[in-house]
Structures are given as C-alpha cells and as structure tokens.
C-alpha cells in the first residue's frame, strides 16, 4: 500500500522574494519613476472609487503599491521607455541623477580617478581580444554564445577564490609584484568599500571584486599566452563571464550604467548594460550599449 504525499504548501514569503527586482528597488531604486508610478496608481483608484468600486479600487491600491514596493515600478517595460523619455524631455539631466553610479567613490573623500580595469591603458579592442582568446582555446564559441574553456573556468575560479581570502593589503602586493607595468599599488578604503589604488603619480582606483577578477585571469591566462598585453587585456574580458562576485560570493544582477530615468546622451543612444554585485555595490561588467533601432 502506498501512501500519497501531501501536497506542500507555498511559502508566502518565497512568493514575495521572487517578485523581487534588486536591479529597481533598494539602492538602485529611481525615485522620480517610482512617483510617477505611484500618480499612476493613485489616478486609477480615483477613478475606481468616483465610479463606486469602492472594493476594487482597494485592492488596486494595495497590489499597486506591493508591486511598485517589490519591482520599482507598475507601469510595464518603465525601465524600457522612461530612458528614452526623458532624454528627449527638457528636464535637466541632474534632476534625476543625483547619486554615484554603482561602484563609485564619492567626491569628498577621494582625490583619484576610478579605473574600469587594468586594461584601460592597453589600448586593444575587444573584438580583436576575444579573436585572439578564441584561437588560442580560451573561449570557446557555440551558436551566439560565448563560454570559457571548461579548465580555463575552473583554473580561473580556483585563482580568484585564493586571491579572495587575501587581506586588501597583501591582494595590493600581489596586484604590484604580478603585473610590471604597475609601478605602485596601495590599499583603500571609503565608507566599507575597499580599493586598491593603481599608479604612483597619478593613482587611479581599482574596486577589490575587479581587482580578484582580473589578477586570477592574469595569472591563468600566463599559462597560455606569452603576449603581456593581450593577457592583461583578456583579463578584463574574463569579467564578462562571472555570474557571482568573487569577493563576497553574492549572485550579480543585472543593471544599467544609468538609473532607470535616463541619464545616456540622447533619445536614440541605449544606456549601458552593467553586471552589480549588491552587497559589494561595484560594478563587476559594463556591457557596452550603443545605437537604437528606432
């Protein structure tokens, strides 16, 4: 005889978490469209409750504002449009961008420039980089998709997982004794955030989860190719490929280089697309947006 399982239960609050966009709420939460959104919202009710709904128009308000509480927004595709919008709009750029982008310093504390990478005075592009990964067997292609080499993968990781146990100071000696072509590297941190500062004259700041990345990749790529240039490069181009930081081990998700009001240079120009770990708050991948279609 063979008993029936009991059918589980939903967990409400699992419900709730995958209603959840970290890319629109919390720190990258876009206030000017969250009031828009909730304007919408509140004209909806209105009209609901003028027409005696009295019920309806409850629920509309209590499901609305979840929604824009758990998403960001109500409006679907916000993100899509309001870029665009705006940036077609008179509105001064600065009344709806007034913080840091992800992963950057503020102004106060901090008389260096961020770096993006290592690689940004190497001067290769990325097509010729990924060329050169891909005929060497470090990445490899199927259809549109791009993969590292399994060993590649593992070897990278295992790198980035010691690197990671290292303390600023000694990943910031690591970082000076690796690398020839930087002269000077020392530790930085601001507000919990740590940096390693890259250059002696005019010191440029690197974020920790950049710094594990590209070193391990660095280091790996050494048992490949002999270029120096194409494997500081291809460091970078490694960061593409991380789904969770290196440092903290939280999932990254996906963002845009601007919030979600706009922020690019004009109404036909995409915002670029940013790979965040939320817990560091740094920008770990921009993907480099370009012209609109329409």
Known sequence: MTRESTPQ???????????????????????????????????????????????????????????????????????????????ASPVPDEWVHGGPSHGEPSQEAVAHEERESLADDVGMGGETVLRELSAAGVIEVEGERLFLAAAIDTAWHERMDELADQSLEALSRTLQESLERVDHTEPYVEDDT???????????LL????????????????????????????????????????????????SSSVSCCGGHLGPRQNPDETLVCPTCEQRLYTFEGGESDN
């Open 9 to 87: 239960r939903a967990d409400p609050i699992e419900a709730l978490e995958s209603l959840h966009e970290e890319s629109y709420t919390g720190e990258n939460r876009c206030w000017p469209c969250t009031v828009l959104n909730l304007g919408f919202l509140g004209l909806v009710v209105l009209l609901l409750r003028a027409r005696k709904r009295s019920s309806l128009s409850l629920l509309v308000a209590v499901v609305g504002v979840a929604a824009v509480y758990l998403r960001g927004y109500l409006v679907p595709y916000t993100p899509e449009f309001a870029p665009r919008l705006v940036a």
């Open 194 to 204: 740590e940096w390693v500062v890259v250059g002696s004259e005019h010191g440029q």
């Open 207 to 254: 974020a920790r989860p950049v710094v594990v990345a590209e070193l391990a990749a660095y280091d790996v790529l050494g048992e490949t190719l002999e270029d120096e240039r194409l494997r500081v490069a291809g460091a970078e181009a490694f960061r593409m490929f991380l789904d969770s930081c290196p440092v903290c081990g939280s999932e990254l998700v996906e």
